[in-house]
């Protein structure tokens, strides 16, 4: 498997941000770690070998970044009004840096699929519908869309416009709502112990009352919040590309 590091210095973030990529051709996946991890976890957990044949098939590229969420939301002694702005920075960080370091890598039409598990499943699916002009879908892992979850029950407008939860149901502008109806969501959640299907479940409903598109997928109780079961996801998601 082909494999690089990148890393700069992010004027958003005032800090080196690593980057790796796998893989040479195909839409890329954009990789955001779980809780407090980093942006070799799912190359350490295994992942990244679960979709060898996609990435050195060419039908994929991988490329996975930092959180700042201990810097953030899971910071223990920031206050969460600053665990906030922090994480805005983050989200710009995403749009303004990673992005365009992919188009340059890859090409502009090169479709970039934001995934994640655990934390990372919020923060790929926030990222998607707050830019569904920049990006063309999200792959979401047992997730939870409701950042007050994380905060709580912290609440002002950083946390509401980061809770997908809270802004989906507001969205009324038509070009923003097309876009997001012309990219490919995916939900996905076992339900044994320490997954919470409900909250999929929930956030499926939240999409299917804006005429969204997306798939819901609840596995069975032998599936636990843990890395065999994203490494089963994963493949099942990618088996038709």
């Keep these: 498997m082909h494999r690089e590091i990148h890393h700069w210095y992010s004027p958003n973030l005032n800090k080196e941000m690593p980057l790796s990529a796998y893989g040479h051709y195909g839409p890329v996946l954009l990789l955001i770690p779980t809780a407090a991890a980093d942006y070799l976890e799912y190359e350490r957990f295994g992942l990244l070998e679960s979709i060898r044949p996609w990435i050195d098939g060419g039908k994929v590229k991988v490329m996975s970044i930092d959180s700042i969420n201990r810097e953030s939301w899971l910071s223990e002694d920031m206050p969460y009004a600053l665990r906030a702005r922090r994480h805005e920075e983050w989200n710009r960080y995403v749009f303004d840096e990673v992005v365009p370091f992919i188009r340059r890598h890859c090409s502009e039409e090169t479709p970039i699929y934001p995934c994640g598990a655990s934390f990372g499943a919020l923060h790929a699916m926030n990222l998607f519908l707050k830019r569904p002009d920049l990006l063309q879908g999200a792959m979401s892992f047992s997730g939870v869309y409701n950042l007050m979850e994380y905060t709580k029950g912290y609440y002002d407008d950083l946390v509401y416009f980061n809770s997908p939860s809270h802004y989906v149901p507001q969205m009324h502008d038509h070009k923003t709502l097309e876009r997001i109806r012309a990219g490919k969501i995916v939900l996905a959640t076992g339900s044994g112990?320490?997954?919470?299907?409900?909250?999929?479940?929930?956030?499926?409903?939240?999409?299917?009352?804006?005429?969204?598109?997306?798939?819901?997928?609840?596995?069975?109780p032998?599936?636990?919040?843990?890395?065999?079961?994203?490494?089963?996801?994963?493949?099942?998601i990618l088996k038709d590309y």
Excluded: C
């Design 222 to 236: 032998e599936w636990t919040h843990d890395w065999p079961t994203w490494k089963a996801m994963m493949p099942w």
């Design 193 to 220: 112990a320490y997954e919470d299907p409900n909250a999929s479940r929930m956030f499926g409903d939240v999409l299917q009352s804006k005429a969204i598109p997306h798939l819901l997928s609840i596995w069975g």
